[in-house]
């Protein structure tokens, strides 16, 4: 695939580095792209099964949740039957998380200020250092600490000064395997709070936009919270929180990602709009390529244009692309015509230049 657009991001924001299982997060590593289980992680069967398919998509972190000890102790069989990096997700439990790390998991996402209290806290952060896995701090704007009804600040600011509260909690104990989420629903308040903490602290931050919904309105605003983060340079691991199957996380992350260029990840598909030029059923077709495209891991980008006129030179930066008319279709490679389909076959045309490629 040829070199991004010229077009530069803001200089990403380097933080400090830390490491998840083999997997690093910020300092200048790639972003990198986590989802989360939703099987019973009791069911260790069925929460392998789905990591092992998370794997397949690409996904380089996993997050299961943790709502007691016979999950914390399941997590001992889950991590010997995947290969990326596992992470529990614990509230309100201190025993959990020392049950998990007994479990061998690479990391944690909690809230040090609601697992118990000072001497419970200092338990599991002893443990986590003595194990270098670090601790997620995830604070949602859902489930921020009460408000003080003499002093009126916005939700992005208490945001910020809840997780600082946390941050240096975990200082206290000379622990600095920190990472940092500060999720809402609200892309503006999200947006707000990362911008703001960026500037405050070293570590990496986690980023999202909590409770997104539906992959037909999730993947919108996690794109538009998410992209413009990333687009500020700040963000060193995304998760995409969709109701769905998780695999549609793991590739609407990409998706960002290679929408700002910051990771090549498989095919970008560029297709034409259709407008009253077009003489084919270029939705269809371009359903069908992407379709197809689903099942190749190479970085090509591909183009499905709806005319032969104008075709070839809107997808002039396309590898490989097809400008269909009626009952003929031209390929182009590099944005020059290579070759002329006559007939319908144009489905089978460009998915043996892809092939090729
Ligand atoms: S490529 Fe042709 S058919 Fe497609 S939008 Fe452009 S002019 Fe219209």
Redesign the pocket.
Known sequence: MKKPAEQKLALRRVSKQIQIGDVKIGGGAPVVVQSMTNTDTRDILSTIKQIKELEEADCELIRVAVPDMEAAQALKKIKKGIKIPLIADIHFDYRLALAALESGVDGFRLNPGNIGDHEQIKQVVLAAKERAVPIRIGLNAGSLPKEDSNVKKPVFQRMVDAALEQVHLLESLDFDLIKISLKAFDVPTTIAAYKSIAEKIPYPLHIGITEAGTPRTGIIRSSVGIGTLLYLGIGDTIRVSLTADPKEEVVAGYEILKSLNLRQHGPILVS????G??EVD?INLAQQVEAELQKIKKPIKVAV???V???PG?AKDADVGI?CGKNRGILFKNGKQIGVVEGKGFLQALMGEIEKF
């Open positions: 034409c709009p259709t407008c030029r077009t270029i244009m709806g005319c006129v104008n075709g809107e400008a």
